[in-house]
């Protein structure tokens, strides 16, 4: 039991033999057992498997699997689930990839159909694009559609086909559409305009009242007009929208776009009432994958088309980040005015710090600290001649001269020890020390001293500083000591110390098995 090594949730070795689901693959060779990317298959040097049986007769050699299929093969067979298929050709057998996936069990030779292993009278044929025929039957996705052509079906692009009485957009028919004069005029990612000579659709549904014949696409790949109207998609933009000045002024990554025209302002195809197309424009850099979109005219200041309420002064005001923004005067922090800042000299720092010549902040916060003499330790902590803060918590009753920096969110003064800037309870100063993690050397967030393990700033209960050990070595926080098991700061309830461990990537001792520290029960 000890030498047995897990590879998947299937299978596993031991220095005897292969198992699969806990059943032994009888004349398996250890040594050069593997698995294929099919979690079904596996092959030593010997013998290629399926579901831990011999494949009889199977050239270990040649053998492969077809991709996207349940079929296989080698140089003189081919295989369906493991079993020889009667009667096919190894050399051009191939199976159906795109046309069938909800159903991996067509295939072909160059003589012959199968289905399921097994010849078939049944004609298929992959058309393309998730398009397919089976006799005189089309199919989108294994999904038959009932009124298709097959004689004339033909397939276009992007989930479009045709034939000689109906468009299609994947499983759905584009009512009334012309087939004779239907074309695609362009796509993005998966969304297309397409046209015939009645209509303009877009992702096969009709723009109402769209003119084909003065139908173009704008500079950005979201917009369209025609003499009638501006579109986004299939939506029409407000019904007051001028075509002839329409322009779009920019666009983030999920589409959402700022647009104008002589008289008004959009957001998407909504007029932003009262915004000033004349004195309009954006702040934040188009494409951008942050969570705000903002934009300015002379009055206000817009996020997402909406007014965002700021007592700034909108001329000069810039974003900075996702929570700054300044103008001449302040900065601002989620649009509260940073009273005493001065947004000439801001700027923001890392881990949620900023300052200006005057202050430090933290998350617009205003410290006590002298920004011309403000030290940045590591982490969390900033501190002047007078204080010592980590993040925004000052620390009350320090003694600054003699405070230092350890391991991890651990520091000490000559009177304390602090973990993320809390205190100790009664800790021993002289014998403390931070514990490093036993096989990767990284520091861990336990520690002790000549009484007890502390993990943060929470001390074990009954733990045993001298036979108190890490033995996890990443991001898992299990340790041990004569008495108990910990995971974090909380023992194990009933967990065995003398043989706890961790084997194939699995917490046990000698009666259970465990994860994130609590019991669990271990299924193949």
């Known amino acids: 039991a000890s030498s047995f090594k897990a590879i998947d949730t299937d299978y596993g070795t031991d220095i005897h033999s292969a198992y699969y689901k806990g059943e032994k693959i009888l004349d398996s060779d250890v040594n050069s057992f593997e698995t294929f990317s099919h979690d079904d298959y596996s092959k ?31 140089k003189n067979n081919v295989y369906y689930l493991g079993e020889k298929v009667i009667g096919a050709a190894a050399d051009t057998f191939t199976a159906s990839k795109d046309a069938y996936r909800s159903d991996d069990s067509y295939g072909k030779d160059k003589n012959s159909s199968f289905y399921k292993g097994q010849k078939t009278n049944e004609v298929f044929k992959d058309l393309g694009d998730n398009y397919s025929q089976k006799n005189n039957a089309v199919y989108y996705n294994n999904i038959i559609l009932e009124e298709a052509d097959a004689a004339t079906f033909e397939v276009l692009k992007d989930g479009y086909a045709k034939d000689k009485n109906s468009v299609y957009h994947e499983i759905m028919k584009i009512k009334n559409a012309d087939p004779g004069t239907f074309k695609l005029i362009t796509c993005f990612n998966t969304n297309c305009y397409s046209k015939d000579k009645n209509f303009v659709y877009y992702n096969g549904e009709k723009i109402e009242n769209s003119d084909p014949g003065t139908f173009e696409i704008l500079d950005t790949e979201y917009f369209a007009k025609d003499k009638n109207s501006v579109y986004l998609g299939h939506q029409i933009i407000d019904k007051d929208v001028d075509s002839k000045t329409f322009k779009v002024l920019g666009c983030n990554f999920t589409a959402d776009c700022y647009s104008v025209d002589a008289k008004n302002v959009y957001y998407g ?27 300015k005219d002379k009055k206000n200041l817009y996020n997402f088309g909406e007014i965002e309420k700021i007592d700034a002064d909108i001329n000069t005001i810039e974003i900075i980040d996702r929570f700054y923004k300044k103008d001449k005067n302040y900065v601002y922090y989620e649009n509260k005015r940073m009273e005493q800042s001065d947004s000439k000299t801001f700027v923001v720092l890392d881990r949620g710090f900023s300052k200006d010549k005057n202050s430090v902040y933290y998350y617009g916060k205003r410290l006590l600290i002298n920004s011309k003499n403000a030290v ?21 009753n320090v003694d600054i001269t003699s405070f230092v920096l350890l391991e991890e969110e651990y520091s000490r003064d000559k009177n304390n020890i602090y973990y993320a800037g809390r205190k100790l309870s009664n800790p021993n100063l ?11 050397g990284n520091n861990g967030e336990y520690a002790k001293d000549k009484n007890s393990v502390y993990y943060n700033e929470k001390r074990l209960s009954n733990s045993d500083p001298k036979t108190f050990k890490i033995i996890s070595d990443n991001w898992e926080d299990y340790s041990l000591d004569k008495n108990n098991v910990y995971y974090g700061s909380e023992i194990i309830i009933g967990a065995d110390p003398k043989s706890f461990k961790k084997l194939d990537n699995v917490w046990m001792d000698k009666s259970n098995t465990y994860e994130r520290g609590r019991k669990v029960e271990l299924k193949w």
Do not use: C, H, W
């Open 376 to 396: 940045f330790d590591k982490r969390d902590y900033v501190r002047d001649e007078n204080y010592i803060y980590y993040g925004g918590q000052i620390l009350e």
């Open 430 to 440: 002289a014998t403390f020390e931070v514990i490093k993690k036993d096989k990767s």
């Open 44 to 74: 030593d040097k010997n013998n290629i498997y399926f579901r831990g049986k011999k494949i009889i007769s199977a050239d270990v050699a040649s053998f492969e699997l077809i991709s996207n299929s349940d079929y296989s093969k080698d």
């Open 269 to 295: 195809t909504t007029k932003i009432n009262g915004a000033d197309p004349a004195s309009f424009k954006i702040l934040t850099k188009n494409n951008t994958r942050e969570i705000y979109y903002y934009a």
